[in-house]
């Protein structure tokens, strides 16, 4: 009789493997992020990358990130934390988990407390020195949600697409 296989992914290497694969979808030169947002009961309910909203021209809009703030893309991307929010229509977010490739923005961290999400799960922490990580992990501690740094255990994972 065959036994059950062992070398299956931990529930933490799937939703973070997730994110990482939308984050394959960004268009950033620079940045890509991916987000993933899990139920209590580990059920995939959204994802989401970084990129400018509907309408607005990947080849149109700039990818810079220096110079007239009105033709670099900071006033312009969506945050794939944002955008794992904003994708998701199917009701509440309340006590879901947030897995996402790089540590949330002031900006998303309040949408991820105003929605409900009570964890959140990262990998990259590279902007953490700076006053809008900062005041995220100040807003989080206050508002209750859990935040750690995903372990990574370095198991390749190949898709042959
Ligand atoms: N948590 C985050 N989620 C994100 O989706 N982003 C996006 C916004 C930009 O498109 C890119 C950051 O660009 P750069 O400053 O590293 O060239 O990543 C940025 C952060 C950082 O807080
Ligand atoms: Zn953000």
């Known amino acids: 009789m065959s036994s059950k296989r ?3 992914i931990t529930w ?3 939703f973070m493997g997730v994110a990482k694969l939308s984050g394959m979808r960004s268009k950033d030169p620079n940045t ?3 987000a993933c947002i899990v139920s209590e009961d580990n059920k995939i309910l959204s994802m989401g990358y970084n990129g400018f909203p509907k309408g607005c021209s990947d080849d149109e ?4 990130r220096e110079g007239d703030p009105l033709e670099n893309k900071y006033l312009y991307t969506t945050h794939s934390e ?3 929010i904003l994708n998701y229509r199917g009701g509440s977010l309340e006590g879901a988990k947030l897995y996402v490739s790089l540590f949330p923005c002031n900006e998303c961290a309040k949408a991820i407390i105003q929605s409900g999400i009570k964890t959140v799960v990262y990998d990259e922490d590279k902007y953490k020195d700076t006053p809008s990580v900062m005041a995220s992990k100040r807003m989080f501690d206050a508002a ?3 935040y750690y740094q995903y372990q ?3 198991r390749e994972v ?3 697409l």
């Open 152 to 154: 990574r255990t370095n």
């Open 158 to 160: 190949v898709l042959k």
């Open 144 to 146: 209750g949600v859990r």
């Open 61 to 64: 809009f700039p990818w810079e």
């Open 32 to 34: 890509q992020v991916g």
């Open 12 to 14: 933490d290497e799937y």
């Open 6 to 8: 062992n070398d299956y």
């Open 82 to 84: 944002l955008n794992a």
